[in-house]
């Protein structure tokens, strides 16, 4: 048995769990989402606690049978807390504005860069650290790493954009003197 898979999903007030045969749906007080459910897995309600079960114990049904409670109650997570994570941004001249519903990069191109942010993920900016925000995980997750992508921090100064607490891996530069 997955010991992920085998915990029960407790449902907490204000949020309402939809069932279907290929969907299930989670409503709550910051909004809602919606996620398939996977062939060889079955959720069931009862008494405000949701089990996910697999129909037998193959390979495949086994590795979806974490996943697809993991997706839920991260689901669960979302519309009740959130989710966010913070990006900062080192480097001489290198700043970040809001720019109408995205941000506006000024990463040391020879433009600026705007990020256009997708539906469902906010953004908000203090000084040169980035708080991205929504009830997907998966959405928020994914436009971190997007502007996180625009310009990587590089190992000899450290400049760029990284996550908050993200250690980065230094080099020492050149070695040997002049001749």
Do not use: C, W
């Not at 697999?54 to 049904?61: G, V």
């Not at 708080?131 to 928020?140: F, R």
């Not at 790493?145 to 625009?150: D, F, G, K, N, T």
């Amino acid at each position: 048995m997955s010991r992920i898979g085998k915990l029960p999903i407790e449902i907490p007030n204000g949020v309402t769990i939809t069932v279907d045969p290929d969907t299930i749906t989670v409503a709550g007080p910051k909004g809602t989402l919606s996620q398939f459910t996977m062939p060889g897995v079955t959720v069931t309600q009862e008494d405000g606690v949701l089990t996910v079960t697999r129909i037998n114990d193959e390979p495949k049904n086994r590795a979806k049978h974490g996943l697809m409670r993991a997706l839920i109650n991260n689901m669960v997570l979302g519309v009740t807390t959130g989710f966010s994570k913070k990006l900062e941004i080192n480097g001489v001249g290198y700043r970040v504005a809001m720019a109408g519903a995205g941000l506006k990069l000024n990463l040391g191109f020879s433009h600026d860069v705007n990020f256009a942010l997708p539906s469902g993920v906010t953004a908000a900016v203090e000084q040169n650290t980035i708080t991205i925000s929504g009830i997907s995980k998966q959405q928020v997750g994914q436009t971190a790493a997007e502007i996180r992508a625009l310009k990587k921090p590089e190992p000899y100064k450290g400049k760029g954009i990284k996550y908050e607490g993200e250690r980065i891996i230094r080099k020492s530069g050149k070695s040997g003197k002049d001749k």
